[in-house]
């Protein structure tokens, strides 16, 4: 009898042990590894998620390995197989290309590693999770931002006779997010199109979201139409601030309406200045812990909620086959009548950025 409880116990301690290495990862003690991949720090935003995530994951115990790929797309795909031959269980991306990341995933998965696709999405069944903002809405609220200031609806000024110039300046075509942010404006804008009140004179997107690149883009559509531009749906602030650049050098900034998106400190001191119309508000501090949160379900083998099911075909546009679970966080336009309530007094962009010169008589108080 006696024995037998000792064996019991033995055996219990040994169970116990077992489970603890498993939580602390490899034999040996070492902690549970979680890969961050990045496209680029280009964009204000992904330098803080990923400091924000580090963060996080360390709190919880993990290592974290992150990795930035300078808006290189082959070299993102190395990074993450790198990263797989390094022993991360856990890896979150924000793709450069969502297509071709899908080949360095699914690598990844058939690893065994659990991959959660971070704002943006990959074309593959083998991702875990898709979390990311409701990027169809922040096309809406660009369009209806950029619409409201020309005085749309009944606007006596564009009519049939008269249509607003639109100028349509999409993200980089190999992120699906510019894609589901062009289905938003689009939503808005052809009722406008269709009764001939609004013109779109250019149709461009814009390679890796980069502000030189919009730049460029907007003073070629500028010569081409002799100026004659009434407005510009833009997709981000970083494009909007690169194009603003080239408006002003024709003494257009603050004349014609322009949208982003991201709430950057930048975008948001243009809008304080009057010369960009409307951001859109995504708040990371809750995507980010989302994303973490979930990473660490998975890795526990712990249920995780809150997600739903989409084909891939209904988020792309594509003939793709199969679907992925997803999240969307709801948005909110931005613009000068509540950048302070919704971005300064939130403590999302510091005061002294936002009103960076402006003068101390027309700023609002420090929160
Ligand atoms: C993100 C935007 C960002 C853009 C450029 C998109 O995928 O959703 O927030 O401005 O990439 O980095």
Redesign the pocket.
Known sequence: MKSNRVLIAIFSLMVIGSMLLAACGAAGGGKIKVGLSF??F??E??KNEDTLMRKLLEEKGYEVISQEANHDVKLQNDQIDNMVAQGIKGLIV?AEDGAAAATAVEKAAAAGVKVIAY??LIKTQSISAYL??D?VE?GRQEALGVMTALGLPGSTTWTKDNPAKVVLSG??PT?N??VL?RQGQMEILQPYIDEGVITIVADQWVDN?DAANAQRMMENILTAQNNQIDAVVA????TALGELQALAAQGLAGKVPISG??ATADGCNSIVKGEQTVSVY?DIRLLSPKAVDMMDALLKGEPVTGLQEYTLKVLTGEDLEGSIQALFLPVEQVTKDNVYELIVKSGFQPYDDVYRDIPDADRPPKP
Do not use: E, H, L, P
């Open positions: 496209s680029d280009a964009t935003r992904w924000i704002d943006r990311s903002f990027n922040v993200g980089s992120d997010n510019a942010v979201w997709s981000n602030d970083g998106q991201d995504k």
